[in-house]
């Protein structure tokens, strides 16, 4: 259930991710262009999905941009300092979460 988010421009711009799901014996592989978020208990992957589908997370994972014109890439700092304001959760939350808790680098 881990979800996986493009770094790479244009696809992070245009919200390029997924959920993996079925994956036989639960192991996958892939590009290195893309992170993938790992769900805990407290947030579930689909959440995660909606949020970096987020048009307001897009802008500022553009902002962060690193590298030359047509292959700019959401530094892996973007997602270990973004903070996620418990506005985003469910009034069963009482903390705001880092991305950082929900990131992990293959």
Known sequence: ??????????C??????????????????GSTEFYVLRPSKLVLSKWIHYFVRNQYFLHEATN???????QQRVPISFLQSYIISKLWFTR???????????SKKL
């Open 1 to 10: 259930n881990d979800v996986i988010f493009a770094k790479i421009t244009p």
């Open 12 to 29: 992070m711009q245009n919200g390029k991710s997924a959920i993996s799901v079925g994956l036989t014996n639960g192991i996958g592989f």
């Open 64 to 70: 962060s941009f690193t590298g030359s014109a047509g």
């Open 92 to 102: 069963k939350s009482i903390m705001p979460c880092n991305m950082a808790m929900l």
